[in-house]
T-cell receptor, first 113, second 111 residues
Framework: DTAVSQTPKYLVTQMGNDKSIKCEQN?????MYWYKQDSKKFLKIMFS???????INETVPNRFSPKSPDKAHLNLHINSLELGDSAVYFC????????????FGPGTRLTVL | GIQVEQSPPDLILQEGANSTLRCNFS?????LQWFHQNPWGQLINLFY???GTKQNGRLSATTVATERYSLLYISSSQTTDSGVYFC?????????????FGQGTILTVHP
C-alpha cells in the first residue's frame, strides 16, 4: 500500500552517462514534484507537474528532463551526468499544487563517479 | 522568495527529555509542514499546519501565522526520535506551489 514509490533506491554511475529515476503515486493526486537533497541535507524543489503539465521549473540545468506520462507517474531523466549531480532525489505528490500537504517518496540516492 | 530559518541547528537530549524546535518564516504562508528525516533518509510527514495547533501522541505543533513562526514540541523523547527535523513552507508570489525548506534541526537522543 505504498503511497509514493521511487525506483531505483540507489543508483551508482559514471560521469557522462544518462540515467532515469521513476516515480509513481497511488494517492490519486493531481500534482507531483521532484526535490533534490544535497550533501548538506538541504532540500530544494526542481520541478512540479499538475495534471501532466509542467508548472514549476526551478532553474535546473536542461540536462534534467522530467516527463509525466500520466497523473500517477513522474519520471526524471538526467543526461551527461556530472559529479555535482550526486544527491538524493525525492519525488512527492499532493492533491493540488497549492495549499495542500505534500507526501514524499523514499528517495533515490544517486552517486556519480 | 520566502526565507525559512530553523533553530537550534543541533540538539542533544537524554531520553525522556522534552524539547521545542522553532521555525521562522519571512512572509505569509499557504502551507507549512513539519517532517522528520529518519537515519535511513526517509521523510516522514509529522504535521500539516499552516495555522493553529495540532497534537499527535508525544508530538505537537503550533503555527502563529500572523507572527510568522511555528513550533514543534517533542515530549518524553525516545532514541527513535533522532534524525533531522525540517520545517517547510509554501508562500505566495514566486514561492507559490512549492515547498521551501529550512536547513533542519539535527536531533540526537541518547539512551
Amino acid at each position: 500500500d505504498t503511497a509514493v514509490s521511487q525506483t531505483p533506491k540507489y543508483l551508482v554511475t559514471q560521469m557522462g552517462n544518462d540515467k532515469s529515476i521513476k516515480c509513481e503515486q497511488n494517492l490519486g493526486h493531481d500534482t507531483m514534484y521532484w526535490y533534490k537533497q544535497d550533501s548538506k541535507k538541504f532540500l530544494k524543489i526542481m520541478f512540479s507537474y499538475n495534471n501532466k503539465e509542467l508548472i514549476i521549473n526551478e532553474t535546473v540545468p536542461n540536462r534534467f528532463s522530467p516527463k509525466s506520462p500520466d497523473k500517477a507517474h513522474l519520471n526524471l531523466h538526467i543526461n551527461s551526468l556530472e559529479l555535482g549531480d550526486s544527491a538524493v532525489y525525492f519525488c512527492a505528490s499532493s492533491h493540488f499544487y497549492s495549499y495542500n500537504e505534500q507526501f514524499f517518496g523514499p528517495g533515490t540516492r544517486l552517486t556519480v563517479l | 522568495g520566502i526565507q525559512v530559518e530553523q533553530s537550534p541547528p543541533d540538539l542533544i537530549l537524554q531520553e525522556g527529555a522534552n524539547s521545542t524546535l522553532r521555525c521562522n518564516f519571512s512572509d505569509s504562508v499557504n502551507n507549512l509542514q513539519w517532517f522528520h528525516q529518519n537515519p535511513w533518509g526517509q521523510l516522514i510527514n509529522l504535521f500539516y499546519i499552516p495555522s493553529g495547533t495540532k497534537q499527535n501522541g508525544r508530538l505537537s505543533a503550533t503555527t502563529v501565522a500572523t507572527e510568522r513562526y511555528s513550533l514543534l514540541y517533542i515530549s518524553s523523547s525516545q532514541t527513535t526520535d533522532s534524525g533531522v527535523y525540517f520545517c517547510a513552507v509554501e508562500g505566495g508570489g514566486t514561492s507559490y506551489g512549492k515547498l521551501t525548506f529550512g536547513q533542519g534541526t539535527i536531533l540526537t537522543v541518547h539512551p
